[in-house]
């Protein structure tokens, strides 16, 4: 896959991961300022996928670590909702 295709997918997942934000705020204020976990975890994760796409370019090894950064995010993430989904199960 290009560049140019990866920088449009980045750009298109971060539109979802804040559209997915809004619209599930109204939801998460119930609970408290916890359950936007998984939100920030989210959104640094694509944040950080696309600077490492755009810093791959001029420094190839800080783009990488960026990448590695973003995987973390990424399984953060997957962490994140799982438990805020038991916990909302079992509170509602």
Known sequence: MSTKKKMLLA???????????????????????WVFADCFALFMTVFTWMMSLLITRMIPHSGMVLSKIALLFGILFVIALVVEYIVYSAAF
């Open 11 to 33: 750009l298109l997942a971060l539109i979802v991961s804040i559209v997915y934000i809004a619209v599930t705020f109204h939801l998460r204020k119930e609970l408290g300022w």
